[in-house]
């Protein structure tokens, strides 16, 4: 079951070059982000990871910036996450693909 857990998240999509807000608290920059089939794992930059489900998304929405970065915000029973990242709809799709 490990193993498949692990192929699980090798096999995912990742993104470099997040900041990430929980619930508008501090923006912290992230090492990667990746989402998987089941997934989405938020690796901070002295290697801890946090994983959100992709069943528990309530919420998933995008804002746009000209200049700088999108807004990825997705909300869960728990709480609302945001990411920063320069092109937020490879994201935004990504997170949708896992969804379906």
Do not use: C
């Not at 501090?26 to 089939?37: G, H, S």
């Not at 989405?40 to 002295?46: E, G, S, W, Y």
Request: glycine residues 6%; hydrophobic residues 35%; charged residues 25%.
């Amino acid at each position: 079951m490990a193993g498949e857990v692990y192929s699980r998240v090798m096999a995912g999509q990742k993104f470099k070059h997040v900041n990430e807000s929980i619930d508008g608290g501090k923006t912290v920059p992230l090492k990667a982000l990746e989402v998987t089939d089941s997934h989405i794992v938020r690796t901070m930059l002295f290697k801890e990871q946090h994983r959100t489900s992709i069943s528990s998304i309530t919420n998933l929405s995008i804002k746009k910036s000209r200049m700088g970065a999108d807004e990825v915000t997705i909300d869960t029973n728990v709480e609302s996450i945001t990411w920063k990242i320069k092109k937020g709809e490879p994201l935004v799709e990504a997170i949708e693909s896992a969804q379906s």
